[in-house]
């Protein structure tokens, strides 16, 4: 067996570790508890560097490698991924001559990634779209938050519900409505900030907990909808905050045409509703046509329905009712769905397939280090 020598020991000291280049490959080495060993550097999930990874010691005693994108973990001496996996890392042999870490030419063990019988985004995975051009189907979400055991009234979802009513009778639409404030899910936890590809379709965060409450937008948002009506109070002259918990999540969507140049979102119509006892209604529908529209939405005209008791309205127990008393809301829901749903006829004809997305691209983003 052919040993490639790589750094000297001394740049090497007990209780640390880092990635080589050997040739064309990255080694990540480690020297832990007086042993040299060494594996592939480059996660056989996404990529990540191995040699900027975690030290961990599991249950079983082993020393392993956490990756620093997503925390796949590898054991330090065999690659092997923890008790329950089948996964493992390329591992090398390393010797130590005149003072050389050296290590194999080749792997001793081959990296391998085993197939799960059962993968329970593949639907994601796979973008198994369920639109067709006869298709109508109209996702709403709220993203007002309660208390689920004292429910109060929301103009913003009741509005909403309207909508979703009136597509259905005038339209013929399938509809289906997510409230934000059922769904258990994680923040996004700011993968993009350690690499930008370690924003992963589906989400890195679905992949660990499939159960994540995010998995069910993803898949009536992305694979369902041909229309998305958006409903969120103003708080604080901003969107709801579950809306922001949810768009950062949706950084998966968007982060697709950054780095693979890939738009999931093609042929979908959004637009709004947007209540509130206090004013900034332009401003939260700047910020939602312009997010939108950054995950690949169509916007119709006069695409949201604005309703604001003005600043000094602090009798906040009126909202609901003058809210429903108003001719314009009645009115301009119905309009709002029309506007919509006639778009997402018209758009279903458009041919999308060349697509072009004037946006930044991570071939032309260079580098600072540069
Ligand atoms: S855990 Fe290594 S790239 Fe995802």
């Known amino acids: 067996m052919r040993h490639i020598p ?38 056989i999930h996404e990529g990540g560097d191995l040699g900027q990874g975690f030290i961990q010691r599991l249950d079983d005693g082993e020393l392993y490698v956490a990756c620093p994108w997503h ?3 590898y054991n330090l001496k065999s690659g092997k991924a923890p008790h329950g996996y089948e996964d493992r890392q390329d591992l090398y042999d390393v010797i130590v001559e005149n003072g050389m870490i050296m290590v194999s030419e080749e792997p001793v063990k081959k990296a391998f990634r085993a197939a799960h019988a059962v993968d329970p985004l593949a639907d994601l995975r796979n973008l198994e779209y369920q639109t067709t051009m006869k298709s109508l189907n109209v996702l709403g979400i709220s993203t007002t938050n309660m208390n689920r055991d004292l429910a109060r009234p929301s103009t913003s979802e009741t509005a909403l519900q309207s909508a979703l009513d009136f597509a259905a009778s005038e339209f013929g639409a399938a509809t289906k409505m997510i409230k934000i404030r059922d769904l258990d899910f994680r923040h996004c936890e700011g993968y993009y900030s350690r690499h930008e590809k370690a924003c992963t379709w589906p989400c890195s965060i679905s992949e660990m907990v499939p159960e994540d409450g995010m998995s069910d937008v993803y898949r009536a948002m992305v694979l369902w909808a041909d229309a998305v009506i958006l409903a969120t109070p103003i708080r604080w002259g901003n969107a709801s905050s579950l809306f922001y918990k949810m768009a950062e999540r949706l950084n998966t969507v968007q982060n697709q045409i950054t780095i693979h140049d890939k738009v999931l979102i093609k042929n979908k119509v959004a637009s709004f509703i947007i209540t509130g006892g206090q004013d900034n209604v332009q401003g939260v529908a700047g910020n939602l046509n312009s997010f939108f529209t950054d995950l690949g939405f169509i916007l119709p005209p006069f695409n949201f329905v604005g309703w604001s008791r003005g600043w000094i309205a602090e009798d906040t127990e009126n909202n609901y009712n003058a809210f429903f008393r108003s001719r314009y809301v009645k009115r301009s829901v119905k309009e709002l769905v029309t506007n919509t749903l006639r778009l997402v006829i018209q758009v279903k004809h458009m041919d999308v397939a060349d697509l072009h997305t004037p946006k930044p691209d991570i071939s032309e983003a260079g580098t600072l280090l540069e």
């Open 6 to 43: 790589l750094i000297p020991l001394l740049e090497l000291p007990e209780n640390s570790h880092k990635s080589v280049l050997s040739g064309k490959k990255q080694i990540a080495l480690f020297h832990y508890e007086g042993r040299i060993t060494a594996l592939g550097n480059c996660c």
């Open 71 to 73: 925390g796949w973990q």
